[in-house]
């Protein structure tokens, strides 16, 4: 099966996207010759401004998505590369320095098991900062998980959709402290996106956690899923323009 991500479709919102990635790169404490993993890194322009800023050593981007890796063929440099793979599973034979992820943990279940897996990545010394969306009670969230189990989706589904999961921010509190990191700072922020109409929401949401449902179901039956969420939601938003869209982040680091 092919990639539900499409990469046209993702950046559509590039600049809201990309606020929550540099904030979360300001957490990070520069290190000499840094040592850099971006789990989850899609199309690797984000990447690219990371080990720019950084002056790292040496950085990977690894992403399981064919369709978003191809876009980064462009930001490629001798000490930037780019793989293919599964951030709950991926592996190195030597430390790193920094493991870095922005909106990507969320695709992935059993989060205390990820951050074991993740911070096993860790050198010692070294530090983890990720970040993840927290509003997956919003109603656009809601919806989508509601509507995905009435007929005639239902019975139209391959699998289980894998919808985003989050812990709330003081689990991954505790769990930075029970994994060894020293220091931390975890956090919950909320960007005020102003977008063009409620329109714009369905959009945003199709670029990100419709692709769950995508990836699951026949191509005509998701274009029929994808009306009737468009149908439901709208009259749920206020007709506003521009429409104010409020979304809350969690943003974390720890240092080893």
């Given at each position: ?58 950085t990977?981007?690894?992403?399981s ?65 990720f ?7 919003d109603?656009?969230?809601?919806l ?104 809350r ?7 080893r």
């Amino acid at each position: 099966m092919s990639s539900p991500w499409d990469p046209q479709q993702y950046e559509r919102f590039n600049t809201q996207r990309s606020q929550p990635f540099f904030d979360l790169l300001d957490m990070v404490e520069p290190d000499a010759d840094l040592r850099v993993v971006d789990l989850g890194c899609g199309t690797g322009e984000l990447t690219q401004a990371l080990h720019r800023k950084l002056e790292a050593g040496r950085t990977l981007g690894v992403d399981s998505s064919a369709s978003m890796l191809e876009e980064s063929a462009k930001f490629r440099l001798p000490t930037l590369g780019f793989e293919q793979g599964d951030l709950a599973t991926f592996s190195s034979d030597e430390p790193f320095g920094l493991v870095f992820s922005n909106a990507a943990f969320q695709w992935v279940g059993e989060h205390e098991r990820l951050l074991e897996h993740v911070a096993s990545l860790v050198a010692d010394g070294g530090q983890l900062a990720f970040q993840v969306p927290n509003n997956h009670d919003d109603i656009q969230h809601v919806l989508a998980h509601r509507l995905a189990r009435e007929e005639p989706f239902a019975s139209a589904l391959t699998a289980e959709p894998q919808e985003p999961q989050v812990l709330p921010a003081q689990d991954y509190a505790r769990l930075l402290h029970r994994l060894g990191f020293r220091e931390q700072r975890v956090f919950v922020r909320v960007y005020p996106h102003l977008l063009e109409s409620r329109e714009s929401v369905v959009e945003w949401i199709k670029g990100t956690a419709l692709n769950a449902y995508k990836k699951v179901m026949p191509a005509e039956r998701y274009e029929e899923f994808l009306g009737a969420y468009r149908e439901q939601l709208l009259p749920e938003l206020p007709d506003d323009r521009p429409f104010f869209f409020p979304f809350r982040r969690i943003l974390a680091w720890g240092r080893r």
